[in-house]
């Protein structure tokens, strides 16, 4: 198949999973081509197979807002039929799924018939599409698309009850390639980062409200308080300035290291020995997925898709939002003793196995599938 993928190129987690998907799918044989604003952060792979098309917004001083949906949605049109894709898949309702019906329309003014498969990712659903000003727009675009997933079951009763949805919605997961989550160095050189007798917690995110950084910060508190131990916090965003303001009020400034934004995320969880995402909401928890398959067990709050992930006493610790008592309890449970962090490091590789790259994608090819043949029109 020649499939079209439309994405945020960022180092969020939709991006991440839509860029991670389209390379598998061109290794298994289809032509893939990216068609967004910049490339893909972890799109490091362009060939036969692989294609990266920019869409550019002219600056015009008539628009307050440059028309990023007219750009994106024009693009298609023209890619569409340069290089004769079949179904075009959109992470994100808005703008993405908004644009492509848009494309979808103007194509069938030239006799071209565009299925297109929308996945939800979550905050177009529970931040943006709930908002009175976009809701309309986002429950035109889920009904319009051909095909609807979302990434966890949760999400999936979020868009149904927030939404007046008449479209089926497929929960096919997010995933990891277990593979790459497999050190292939000998030594991770942890001993750069901490003390041997040091425990090494570590957060990823993009650093927004909605992650709950002081709880991060402030369950770290309570565990160094017990235990020697360090926290890597890993990512960019508008709470990092003030994580590190606390950190300093807490004077655990020289226990806390802040790496900002990586690509080296693997050597990161080689190091670690507990992960902590005590978000608010998370439609799925993809970096918990991502610490579980580097072997490192999760200390979370239960909101959201993060149950569909992080199994309670299994891989980790499920915590109400904002209990930063008992997320300390868990992670201390976990750690104090080696018998028990070895069982947990074990059970949390072993969960996160379910959701490896190779079960998931053939899900995506069956609904390409399905849409092309439930949308070929009759001649």
């Not at 389209?22 to 792979?45: A, N």
């Not at 307050?64 to 179904?87: C, F, G, N, R, T």
């Not at 308080?225 to 965003?237: C, H, N, Q, R």
């Not at 978000?279 to 999760?298: C, D, N, R």
Request: proline share 5%; net charge negative; with cysteine.
């Amino acid at each position: 198949m020649k499939i079209g993928i439309v994405c945020y190129p960022t180092f969020g987690g939709s991006g991440v999973v839509a860029t991670e998907l389209g390379i598998e799918l061109s290794k298994r044989g289809h032509e893939v081509h990216f068609i967004t604003y910049k490339q893909p952060v972890r799109l490091d792979l362009l060939g036969s197979h692989v294609h990266f098309h920019e869409v550019t917004v002219p600056e015009y001083p008539l628009f307050h807002y440059q028309p990023y949906e007219l750009a994106l949605s024009s693009k298609l049109v023209d890619m569409v039929k340069l290089h004769k894709i079949e179904v075009l898949h959109v992470h994100y309702a808005i703008p993405h799924a908004y644009a492509a019906y848009m494309a979808k329309k103007m194509l069938q003014e030239e006799g071209i018939y565009l299925p297109i498969v929308t996945t939800l990712h979550g905050t177009d659903i529970t931040l943006v599409g709930s908002h009175p000003f976009y809701k309309t727009a986002v429950t035109f675009s889920i009904n319009q698309s051909d095909a609807v997933t979302s990434v966890s079951e949760s999400l999936k009763q979020d868009t149904l009850r927030l939404f007046d949805i008449k479209n089926d919605i497929h929960v096919v997961t997010n995933f990891i390639d277990i593979a790459k989550h497999t050190p292939n160095f000998i030594d991770c050189q942890r001993d750069l980062l901490a003390s041997k007798d040091e425990k090494i917690i570590t957060h990823i995110s993009n650093f927004r409200e909605v992650k709950r950084i002081p709880d991060v910060i402030k369950v770290f508190y309570n565990i160094q308080k017990e235990i020697p131990a360090k926290l890597m916090m890993v990512g960019e965003g508008p709470e990092k300035e003030p994580a590190e303001q606390l950190c300093a009020k807490l004077g655990i400034e020289d226990k806390v290291v802040f790496f900002g934004n990586s690509n080296e995320i693997d050597r990161i969880l080689c190091y670690s020995d507990l992960f902590i995402l005590p978000s608010e909401t998370e439609s799925f928890g993809l970096a918990a997925l991502e610490a579980m398959a580097s072997g490192v067990p999760v200390i979370s709050s239960n909101s959201g898709g993060i149950p569909e992930v992080n199994i309670e006493g299994v891989s980790g610790y499920l915590s109400n939002v904002g209990d930063i008592d008992d997320m300390s309890k868990n992670a201390l449970r976990i750690l104090k003793d080696e018998t028990t962090l070895a069982k947990f490091k074990e059970a949390a590789k072993k969960q996160a196995c379910n959701f490896d790259i190779y079960q998931i994608v053939p899900q995506y090819e069956a609904i390409y599938e399905a849409t092309l043949a439930k949308c070929k029109p009759l001649i």
